[in-house]
């Protein structure tokens, strides 16, 4: 059974940088796209960063582009999103996702297969 879990959410000041961790129990985790999505209340999911298979590749929303990192390692089926400056705006739950797709597809949710439990990142004083 497929199963995404992330870690490393938590209450932050503003300015702040948090790590997110997405460990993925996909035997052939390095075959897939990986990208985050948030979740804001009363909002639709939207995409944050995705990463190509080989982690060669990456792509950012307008909105943390420049201020976050998104990295993956295949040894450890693991990827991350490195957030850096944070503000209130950022503040969501977090999701990861895994899909067999080109990197240009990597905004479109529908293109994902599997999807984690989500954590919560929460940017206030």
């Known amino acids: 059974q497929v199963q995404l879990v992330e870690s490393g959410g938590g209450l932050v000041q503003p300015g702040g940088s948090l790590r997110l961790s997405c460990a993925a129990s996909?035997?052939?985790?390095?075959?897939?796209?990986m990208g985050w999505f948030r979740q804001a209340p009363g909002k639709e999911r939207e995409f944050v960063a995705a990463?190509?298979?080989?982690?060669?590749?990456?792509y950012y929303s307008d909105s943390v582009r420049g201020r976050s990192t998104i990295s993956r390692d295949n040894a450890k089926n693991t990827v991350y999103l490195q957030m850096n400056s944070l503000k209130p705006e950022d503040t969501a739950v977090y999701y990861c996702?895994?899909?067999?797709?080109?990197?240009?597809?990597?905004?479109?949710?529908?293109?994902?297969?599997?999807w984690g439990q989500g954590t919560q990142v929460t940017v206030s004083s």
């Open positions: 996702a895994a899909g067999q797709m080109s990197l240009d597809r990597a905004t479109i949710p529908q293109r994902y297969t599997y």
């Open positions: 996909i035997r052939t985790f390095s075959s897939y796209t």
């Open positions: 990463i190509s298979w080989t982690g060669g590749r990456t």
